[in-house]
């Protein structure tokens, strides 16, 4: 399972990537715009804190096929481990298909359907990007569709990974991770409720207060 930071924040990526073992990081527009920062220093600095060897996925923000292609190749040669986030539209699948022939990484994204996702495998889309949370916001089935999603990957062994995105708890998330999904992107307040349990914290302040009681204050094991 690949594991992906979903921020553009730098304080939230040199904290988890500290503590967990992440594959890389993913943002979009919404989550650049927020850092206030032009989107290239922006990337710079995320490389240089999760190191050149991590994946990011970044976004175009062009609608039109011409500008995607022209942002797509902007950004292919400026990084080696770059996914670049197309959104599956008519020009985003017809973009996703070109930038295949070109040999340049694209992760499909924005992708609310089966049937997105399966034009999207075969334009050539390393990645499909679902967005679960979004799904459910509207009363459809997030879950369902990555499960679908992964279903028709498997069946035709298209050389594609899903990387199921937007969450919002950590359901979300284990159920998408129960149905196999080869990666999750996932945003820090969400990654951080998974981390731990309260009961987790109460047995280990037990099994302290039981081996100091017999050992003493401060003894380790030694
Ligand atoms: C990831 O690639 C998406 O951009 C992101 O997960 C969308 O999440 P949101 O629905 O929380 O904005």
Redesign the pocket.
């Known amino acids: 399972m690949e594991l ?1 930071l ?1 921020t553009g924040n730098l304080n939230e990526i040199k904290e988890l990537s500290d503590i967990l073992r992440i594959d890389g990081v ?3 527009p ?2 650049v715009s927020k850092e206030r920062k032009n989107i290239i220093d922006l990337l710079d600095e995320i490389i240089e804190v999760i190191g050149e060897d991590k994946i990011v ?1 970044a ?1 175009v923000v062009s609608k039109d096929y011409q500008g995607m292609i022209e942002e797509a190749e902007f950004l292919s040669k400026r990084y080696k481990n770059i996914y670049v ?1 197309i959104p599956v539209t008519v020009d985003g699948l017809k973009a996703i298909k070109e930038l295949s022939n070109e040999g340049i990484k694209t ?1 499909a ?2 992708v609310f359907t089966a049937h997105q996702a399966a034009l999207a495998a075969k334009a050539g889309a390393c990645y499909i ?1 679902p ?1 679960v ?2 799904l459910d916001n509207i009363s459809g089935e997030g879950v369902k569709v990555v499960k679908d999603i992964i279903k028709i990957i498997n069946n035709y062994d298209f050389n594609t990974k899903v ?1 199921a ?4 708890n950590s359901q979300q998330v284990i159920d998408v991770i129960k149905e196999g999904v080869h990666s999750i ?1 996932v ?1 820090a307040d969400v990654m951080k409720s998974m981390m731990g349990h309260p009961l987790t914290d109460y047995s280990v302040d037990k099994f302290i207060f039981d081996w100091e009681r017999a050992f003493g204050e401060g003894t380790k094991v030694t």
Not at 165 to 168: E, N, V
Request: hydrophobic share 25%; net charge positive; proline share 4%.
């Open positions: 992906y979903d993913t943002t979009n919404t989550l996925h976004q986030k992760t994204t924005a990007a967005y949370n979004r990387i995105a937007s969450f919002k992107t945003p």
